[in-house]
Structure formats: C-alpha cells, structure tokens
C-alpha cells in the first residue's frame, strides 16, 4: 500500500513560481501513474496533469500546459510539481494521486494561494 504525502504549498504572489513535493511510501512510484490534481475553492476537483510510469511521459490540462512541469525522482521516490507564472485562478489545494493497476491512493493535499 503506497502512502503518498503532499508538501511546499503556501502563499505566492501573481506571476512567482513553487515547486510543490509528493513523497510516496511503501511502494516505488516507478510503479505508478503519478498524477496531479487540484480544487480550488467551491469547485471540483480537477485533473492538472500526469507523469507515465517510465517518467518519459507527461501530460497537461490546457490551463496549465507551458507553466506547469511535472517531474520525479526515483531515488527520493518523490514526484513534483513546479508551477511558474502563478496566477490568481491556480489558487487550490493540490493533490498527488498515484494510479495503479488495480487500486488508486490520493494523499492530503497542499494548499496554495497566489494572491497579490
């Protein structure tokens, strides 16, 4: 059973950038698609982007496609998240979701806020 364990959210001004950390546990993320989600406030949660298993493969939701990056360290067992040119719409707690063949675990989520 793979833990997942989201971290570096926090407040950000309009136009900055974060990195956000999604740390896996109990099983290798080279095991799993790694995907991105988000829901802002009052809204659903969202599809932000993916990671394939081999770490070769990303893909973005339109809203975020040439800011956002999605990356992994198999070493560190951690995926990420960098988010550059933040904008005021990008405000949501952000989740990791690791999916597998069988079975798929969200972690807690991170908040940002980009805000001025």
């Known amino acids: 059973q793979v833990q997942l364990v989201e971290s570096g959210g926090g407040l950000v001004q309009p136009g900055g950038s974060l990195r956000l950390s999604c740390v896996a546990s109990?099983?290798?993320?080279?095991?799993?698609?790694m995907a991105w989600y988000r829901q802002g406030p009052g809204e659903q949660r969202v599809w932000v982007g993916m990671?394939?298993?081999?770490?070769?493969?990303?893909n973005y939701a339109d809203s975020v496609k040439g800011r956002f990056t999605i990356s992994r360290d198999s070493a560190k067992n951690t995926v990420y998240l960098r988010m550059n040119s933040l904008k005021p719409e990008d405000t949501a707690v952000y989740y990791c979701?690791?999916?597998?063949?069988?079975?798929?675990?969200w972690g807690q989520g991170t908040q940002v806020t980009v805000s001025s």
């Open positions: 979701k690791a999916i597998g063949s069988s079975y798929s675990v």
């Open positions: 109990g099983s290798s993320i080279s095991d799993y698609v």
């Open positions: 990671i394939a298993t081999g770490g070769l493969t990303t």
